[in-house]
């Protein structure tokens, strides 16, 4: 479908100014270079981890989930890295497949998102 774009997080992070003039390019948006190190430099794991607790944060899962976390270490970000769903509960991930299967799967093909890795 020309009006899904899919963006994987492994792509953003091998290539987040290449991602972020392609997504502004599926958009319709002309990004000159500035603006595109700009978009870069506040989608950063450095600036995200600076306003982590403006940008996500307890409150924010427990409306995701529909319940409250019980973690006291919840943080959005994994260090910069993949794999955070690893943490999350059976009745969380079975959301997420859900979802995938429901929302995702009609337009990228694929049973799942490991099944989208390339």
């Known amino acids: 479908e020309d009006h899904v774009l899919l963006v994987k997080y492994e792509d953003l992070k091998a290539d ?11 958009l319709g948006v002309d990004l000159d270079a500035a603006v595109t190190a700009r978009v870069a430099d ?8 600076k306003s982590e607790d403006r940008i996500m944060g307890k409150e924010y899962l427990a409306r995701v989930r529909g319940r409250p976390t019980d973690s ?8 910069g890295s993949s ?3 690893a943490s999350f509960d059976d009745e969380t991930r ?25």
């Open 16 to 26: 987040r100014e290449g991602q972020i003039t392609r997504i502004a390019k599926f």
């Open 42 to 49: 506040l989608s950063s794991f450095e600036n995200m981890k």
């Open 72 to 79: 006291e270490s919840y943080t959005l970000l994994a260090q």
């Open 83 to 85: 794999g955070h769903a």
């Open 94 to 118: 079975a959301k997420v497949d859900a979802f995938w299967i429901e929302k995702m799967m009609p337009f990228v093909g694929a049973q799942s998102y490991s099944d989208v890795m390339v």
